[in-house]
């Protein structure tokens, strides 16, 4: 069976940090683009992180450089995203993601997510 799951969501206080994982089952990871996209509610959707299946190259949103970090475990078959120095605009759902192509911090060309973990700053 094919899925993508995340975790590692929950509260966080401004300043702090947070990790996600997405684990992947069914496929591997890195014949695809993976990446991070992020969505909350009357806001806009927001490809945060693409690692790119070509020669593993990351790129990030400008919203968000800086302050994460995305990296996949090959062996393991699971994809991360480090987030530190987290503003309370950061709350969001964050899906994991698959492309065929980073288009900048959106993995693009495929249509397929994981169902999202929330990530909540607040003090």
């Known amino acids: 069976q094919v899925q993508l799951v995340e975790s ?8 702090g940090s947070l990790r996600l994982s997405c684990a992947a089952s069914g496929f ?14 009357g806001k806009e959707r927001e490809g945060v992180a693409c690692i ?4 593993g190259s990351t790129y990030y949103a400008n919203s968000v450089k800086g302050r994460i970090t995305a990296s996949r475990d090959n062996a393991k078959n ?5 987030m530190n120095s987290r503003k309370p605009e950061d709350t969001d759902v964050y899906y ?3 492309g065929t192509y ?5 993995p ?10 929330l990530v909540t700053v607040s003090s």
């Open 78 to 82: 699971t994809v991360y995203l480090q």
């Open 28 to 41: 591997t990871l890195d014949y695809y683009a993976t990446g991070w996209i992020r969505q909350a509610p």
């Open 96 to 98: 994991c993601a698959l």
């Open 108 to 117: 693009s060309g495929m249509d397929y997510w994981g169902k999202g973990s």
């Open 52 to 55: 790119s299946s070509a020669d």
């Open 8 to 15: 590692g969501g929950g509260l966080v206080q401004p300043g």
């Open 102 to 106: 980073c288009s900048g911090g959106y």
